[in-house]
């Protein structure tokens, strides 16, 4: 079955950068486009990160633009967001999404 699995959430300070990854297995990775989104505590779930299945498409809602980086390496089944300029207002549990399918979630708490 298809397996979404995060990583590399944590506490960072503001201003501070961390590099999420989402390895994906029972798919053929590599015909999927591939996203984030993120769900703050009382908030409804949010889109972060779009990118295509060869990775030349990318979109990014204005909230992270400029700060957000979604990338993908399809020999490893793998996506990646590389979030810089942190601030405390992206604080949330960031999920990695393709289709109908969604992985566990991994924390990510930016302290002011």
């Known amino acids: 079955q298809v397996q979404l699995v995060e990583s590399g959430g944590g506490l960072v300070q503001a201003g501070g950068s961390l590099r999420l990854s989402c390895a994906a297995s029972?798919?053929?990775?590599?015909?999927?486009?591939m996203a984030w989104f993120r769900q703050a505590p009382g908030k409804e779930r949010e889109f972060v990160a779009r990118?295509?299945?060869?990775?030349?498409?990318?979109n990014y809602p204005d909230s992270v633009k400029g700060r957000f980086t979604i990338s993908r390496d399809n020999a490893k089944n793998t996506v990646y967001l590389q979030m810089n300029s942190l601030k405390p207002e992206d604080t949330a549990v960031y999920y990695c999404?393709?289709?109908?399918?969604w992985g566990q979630g991994t924390q990510v708490t930016v302290s002011s």
């Open positions: 029972g798919l053929t990775f590599n015909t999927y486009a």
């Open positions: 990118i295509s299945w060869s990775g030349s498409s990318t």
């Open positions: 999404n393709t289709w109908a399918f």
